[in-house]
């Protein structure tokens, strides 16, 4: 069974489109996270919730908003897409969110805006 | 956040060690050293981490400096299956578990 599982596995789509990526850990884990990876592959960190809570939430337009239905579930969902939006998303999941605790990445969701 | 500096890219020879350096000349005592690995089309992935002492794992070893202003990650057998982007990452003790990613070492294994 896959650790952190993203869906869906490829996202292409027009300008101005609302879309919903999710991802589910089946590790226990308590804390999830978003990463944005761009064309240049930098990885950085969009939020991180903590049992259903929010406690990172980087410089993200407010378009990109997280929901967290349970601990297990971290669904990213952005509105009115735009171009710059094409990248790969990434989900991750850890123990807790302090501290070095290993985060568990899922495959990622490669999403496109045309 | 503190800074790591890698150098770009790496080249190995299959079978053979590979050292990849890491410089965190800023890092502070309640910093970790973590790495992370990403293989092609892949999301990261743990390799090892940190804090003063060196350590082990089936993945890889670490040698941190006596200052701790370096480190080491060392593949003791590199393989074709290796070949990906080596992130090392600070983390402080108290951090939100963020992870800032720098632009990682490149490391290339020919057969």
């Known amino acids: 069974d896959t650790a952190v599982s993203q869906t869906p596995k490829y996202l292409v789509t027009q300008m101005g489109n609302d879309k919903s990526i999710k991802c589910e850990q089946n590790l226990g884990h308590d804390t999830m996270y978003w990463y944005k990876q761009d064309s240049k592959k930098f990885l950085k960190i969009m939020f991180s919730?903590?049992?259903?809570?929010?406690?990172i939430n980087e410089t993200v337009p407010n378009r990109f908003s997280p929901k967290s239905p349970d601990k297990a579930h971290l669904n990213l969902h952005i509105n009115s897409l735009e171009l710059g939006d094409s990248a790969v998303y990434f989900c991750?999941?850890?123990?807790?969110?302090?501290?070095?605790?290993?985060?568990?990445f899922g495959p990622g969701t490669r999403l496109l805006v045309l | 956040d503190a800074k790591t500096t890698q150098p770009n890219s790496m080249e190995s020879n299959e079978e053979e060690p590979v050292h990849l350096p890491c410089n965190h000349s800023?890092?502070?005592?309640?910093?970790?050293i973590h790495w992370y690995r990403q293989l092609p089309s892949q999301g990261p992935e743990y390799v090892i981490h940190?804090?003063?002492s060196n350590v082990n794992n089936r993945m890889a070893s670490l040698a941190i400096a006596e200052d701790r202003k370096s480190s080491t990650l060392i593949l003791h057998r590199a393989t074709l299956r290796d070949a990906a982007v080596y992130y090392c990452i600070l983390l402080l003790s108290g951090n939100t578990g963020k992870l800032i990613f720098g632009q990682g070492t490149t490391l290339q294994v020919k057969p």
């Open positions: 940190g804090l003063t």
């Open positions: 991750a999941s850890s123990p807790r969110g302090w501290g070095p605790a290993t985060q568990y």
């Open positions: 800023t890092i502070s005592g309640t910093d970790y």
């Open positions: 919730y903590n049992n259903k809570e929010l406690i």
